[in-house]
């Protein structure tokens, strides 16, 4: 499947048109329209590199973005996390941030991982040596020997393109099937009911500021 422009999607040679389009594809993102992108990865090819990355850009904040900034910070590679946000890990209430968000980011950077927050990818440049260069709204860095791609949305599970939507672990957000099917009931109620719903992701909250506190 190809998504073609905002309101068309190519399946096997035959067009199909709608007012809007859902992206709910489980781990398998559609990475974004920006010169360049040909050369990022996303997480699947990830797991099949022919060898260890020296210097990765992982665009995303979410458990999937992180997950594999702490495999291949393990691996001794040099890993660089862009985040549109100012904080990883997006949809927690405020207590759990504080309990979560700040010290996972906090520990990733002592173990060497740089992050960019607030920071939405532009384009991809691949140079002579084959470096790529991932260029931001806040400027350029280079070096880079992959980069991986994973969905961006906001709060209500829109992309950059108005008519074109997604949930579930293709945004990276919290990667459970029952959160998926949530934030697809609240897609429908923004989409089709008239009434903007954002996901409500505080029972997860709940859950996991009980298992902070149990580890503490």
Known sequence: MQIVDPHTVDIDGKYYTA??????????PNLPDIPGIEYAIDSDA??????????IAIVGGGYIALEFAGIFNGLKSDVHVFIRQKKVLRGFDEEVRMLIRNFVS????????????????????????GSLSLRTNEGTVDGFSH???????????????DSVWAVGDATDRVNLTPVALMEGG???????GNEPTKPDYRFVSILYSIVGAICR
């Open 19 to 28: 007012r809007h389009i859902l992206i709910s594809v489980g781990g398998r």
């Open 46 to 55: 990830a797991l099949d590199l022919p060898s260890i990355p020296e210097k």
């Open 106 to 129: 906090e520990q990733m950077s002592l173990r060497g991982i740089e992050f960019h927050t607030e920071e939405t990818p532009q384009a991809i440049v691949k140079s002579s040596d």
């Open 147 to 161: 980069i991986i791609n994973l969905i961006q949305v906001d709060e209500y599970s829109r992309t950059s393109v």
């Open 186 to 192: 609240a897609f429908a109620k923004t989409v089709f």
